[in-house]
């Protein structure tokens, strides 16, 4: 009796899967968005308190002025960013600060540097890093359709097209002030073309760091994710 019962239940369930496969075959699927929110990079419950140090770029011989003048404009950005879009305490060290040593990778390990650096400045999280931007000019020729206004006829052209890329690639770094410990490495890389040659590099600049603007605030701000989830109707 017990085999013929145990029998029975697998009928049921198979029977009740035919009668729904039809429905399940024919169901429409509809996509929709859900946002999601994500907690900040940095756990800021215990302090808000961060310090911009300066950051570290490699220079090549005569590029000096430029190059500390890029990164000069790069930490405004960065500050300015942070102080209209987060709620944090902010302070910035400008060129004040003498590492021990000009190598990112070897001043990541400067535990005691780093606590000092805090305990000086009265915070518990300093953000630094790493910059390198380039600039490239580039000159060619692309071929273009245009309808010629003597025959209405459609032909090719080759025209001078002059533009200008720049690549900025950029660490960012966030050590706890109390341990000296690196809790963040967050790396950013973006390149921006445009129009025309001879331009300001810091136009470049400021348009490649306008495209990661979101990314960067969300080191130190709740932030929110667009995903998409599929229903059955």
Do not use: C
């Not at 931007?133 to 206004?149: A, R």
């Not at 950013?188 to 040659?197: A, C, I, N, V």
């Amino acid at each position: 009796m017990s085999d013929l019962k145990g029998l029975g239940k697998v009928k049921i369930k198979i029977t009740i899967i035919e009668i729904l496969f039809p429905f399940i075959l024919y169901a429409g699927v509809k996509e929709v968005t859900v946002p999601i929110k994500q907690a900040a990079k940095i756990d800021l419950s215990e302090s808000r308190k961060v310090l911009i140090a300066p950051f570290i770029f490699p220079v090549e011989e005569g590029e000096e002025a430029v190059k500390e003048e890029i990164v000069k404009e790069f930490s405004i950005y960065i500050a300015r960013l942070l102080k209209r879009e987060t709620d944090i305490e902010l302070k910035t060290a400008g060129d004040t600060i003498e590492y021990p040593v000009y190598s990112i990778e070897k001043l990541k390990h400067q535990k005691e540097f780093w606590i000092d650096l805090a305990t000086s400045y009265k915070v518990r999280w300093i953000l630094t890093g790493s910059v390198d931007f380039d600039v490239n000019e580039q000159v060619g020729y692309k071929q273009e359709e245009y309808i010629s206004p003597f025959d209405g006829r459609v032909y090719t052209r080759q025209i001078l097209v002059e533009e200008t890329g720049f690549s900025l690639d950029f660490l960012i770094l966030v050590i706890d002030g109390l341990s000296g410990e690196v809790v963040l490495e967050e790396h950013f890389k973006d390149f921006t073309s445009l129009e025309g040659r001879r331009l300001d590099p810091l136009k470049g600049l400021f348009k490649n760091l306008s495209k990661l603007e979101d990314k960067i605030v969300a080191i130190f701000k709740e932030f929110t994710v667009i995903d998409s989830r599929y229903l059955l109707y």
